[in-house]
């Protein structure tokens, strides 16, 4: 069959636009380079597309009709939430033929089951929604990450979001018990149960959870629900190395058990960075150290015990010198100023200049080894290269970032940067680990991922993707 003309795609277009706007009226279909630029472009702004128009749907109704519609006419979907994914999966390519289908809109929580212990949630609640309604009536839903104010549960479920109460509620993948999916082909799968036990198959809702769009449009959820804690104790613990702060995780989960809910890591390079590009933040100590843990236990009994629980368990620590220093949050305030130092380390290191990122993770057996052996590495690679090493240890995940050497054009490191995430994900693969604890692979890391897997799981891959979207019209370019 000959190629289309010009004209007859310039016509084709068109017609899909105007089938868009017939199914969810003209104000949900954005088309100019105005309107559509900041849907077109990455959190990062790494990553820049130019799609065929910005679709908005309301209801599941629509959402099936829009991925019907571009399926009839192999038209490209791009399923997009809050925007905030790190690896480029919510952003088109350059043709001009894709279609985002942004799911804020659909941003109802459509029911509560207080004695179930579930919230069934629309796609495009804002996460830090959904935890303010669970707070509402006494529950919490602890899924927590700093882009909290604007990414979505569709895109959480869609990246498996993990954050910094893994350690004690897991990943997204834990905290779901059922799904609806638009399937690529406009079909509606109605799995929204809410059961603890399911043993009827294949658990299908685990296939769409982490698969960043490539099989689906996730359009609700039904989420789990906890208790509220009543108190809270966060606390800064300065280290000598990784080593050290790995023996205080040990430590604390023998003697705090469950009530261990964060451990955060970071170096003091990275509270250097933070202390430079935020000069209101106050470093926890009047003297340096090398490594700090950021330490929070909860309580759903008991507000007091919980304090003290985690000040006789970093007494011993310094008794037995395992710990160089430790400064316990007195208020709420303090608190706070404890998780700013860490949730402001991503902003602080892009004020710094160029750097490499990489969201590793690793048995936390081997955490330690690993920053060693690929710290040296780096440094024979590229002797100044400053390491940016912090994240949620007590899960295995580090964002082991590396900025470029004092005096390095940005440009001449950019020219390395690949070399160099070869040399850190080498490393976390000789130890067990992993290229992508919880960002995804989306566009950044598919073509990365293939030196990691065997060929029997990409081949496994790339099989389920077929049966689900034989016509690959479902986020397409991204992950395998
Ligand atoms: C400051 C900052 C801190 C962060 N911290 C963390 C962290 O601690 N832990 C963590 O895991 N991530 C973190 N992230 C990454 C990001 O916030 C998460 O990946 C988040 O889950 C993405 O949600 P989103 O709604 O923004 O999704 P988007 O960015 O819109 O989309 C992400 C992927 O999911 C797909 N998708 C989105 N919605 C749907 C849907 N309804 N159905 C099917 N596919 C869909 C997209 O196609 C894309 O592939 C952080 C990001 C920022 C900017």
């Known amino acids: 069959m000959p190629a289309p003309t010009n004209k007859e795609s310039d016509d084709l277009e068109k017609s899909i636009i105007k089938q868009l706007v017939a199914v969810v009226g003209e104000a949900a279909v954005l088309t100019t380079t105005e309107d559509t630029g900041p849907y077109a ?5 790494r990553y820049h597309g130019r799609p065929l128009a910005v679709v908005k749907p309301a209801s599941t109704v629509e959402v099936a009709a829009v991925v019907k519609l571009c399926a009839d006419n192999r038209v490209a979907v791009v399923p997009q939430g809050g925007n905030t994914g790190l690896v480029g999966g919510a952003t088109p390519d350059e043709s001009g033929t894709q279609v985002i289908v942004n799911l804020s809109r659909m941003n109802r929580i459509r029911g509560l089951d207080l004695v179930n212990n579930t919230l069934t949630a629309e796609a495009g609640c804002v996460l830090a929604t959904l935890q303010q309604a669970a707070r509402d009536s006494d529950r919490l839903f602890p899924l927590s990450l700093a882009a909290e104010g604007s990414c979505e549960i569709g895109g959480n479920l869609s990246t498996n979001a993990g954050g910094t109460a893994v350690l004690r509620y897991g990943n997204t993948r834990e905290l779901v ?7 690529p082909n406009g079909e509606v799968w109605e799995g929204l149960r809410g059961l603890r036990k399911d043993n009827t198959g294949y658990d299908l809702k685990q296939l769409f959870i982490g698969a960043e769009g490539t099989l689906g449009i996730v359009t609700a959820a039904v989420l789990k629900l906890f208790p509220l804690p009543k108190g809270r104790a966060t606390a800064i613990v300065a280290c ?5 702060a790995l023996a205080l995780l040990s430590h604390l ?7 261990l809910t964060g451990f955060e890591l970071f170096s003091d390079y990275c509270l250097g960075l933070v202390l430079k590009h935020f000069p209101a933040s106050q470093a926890p ?14 309580d759903t009994l008991s507000a007091d015990r919980v304090q003290s629980v985690l000040e006789e368990a970093l007494a011993a620590a310094l008794e037995r010198h395992m710990i160089k220093d430790a400064a316990i949050a007195a208020n709420e305030s303090q608190c706070r100023q404890f998780w700013g130092i860490r949730e402001r380390i991503p902003e602080s290191e892009a004020a710094e200049g160029r750097n490499v990122k990489h969201d590793v993770s690793l048995p936390i057996s081997h955490i330690a080894e690993f920053i060693e052996a690929a710290e040296a590495s780096l440094v024979r690679r590229l002797p100044g290269i400053r390491m940016v090493t912090f994240g949620h240890l007590g899960d295995g995940n580090l964002h082991y970032n590396v900025s470029l050497p004092q005096g390095m054009s940005p440009d001449a490191f950019t020219g390395v940067a690949d070399e160099l995430s070869r040399i850190v994900h080498d490393h976390a693969a000789r130890l067990g680990g992993s290229i992508s604890a919880e960002h995804g692979l989306g566009q950044m890391k598919r073509e990365e991922i293939t030196h990691y897997k065997s060929a029997i799981e990409i081949n496994l891959m790339k099989r389920i993707k077929a049966a689900l979207d034989p016509d690959g019209i479902m986020n397409p370019g991204k992950v395998i």
């Not at 100590?285 to 330490?295: C, I, N, P, S």
């Open 240 to 244: 000598e190395t990784p080593r050290q």
């Open 41 to 45: 472009v990455d959190w990062r702004r």
């Open 253 to 259: 989960q023998a003697n705090c058990g469950e009530r």
């Open 285 to 298: 100590f009047a003297a340096r150290f090398a490594h700090y843990a950021l330490v929070e236990l909860t």
């Open 177 to 183: 018990l059922g799904l609806e999916v638009v399937l």
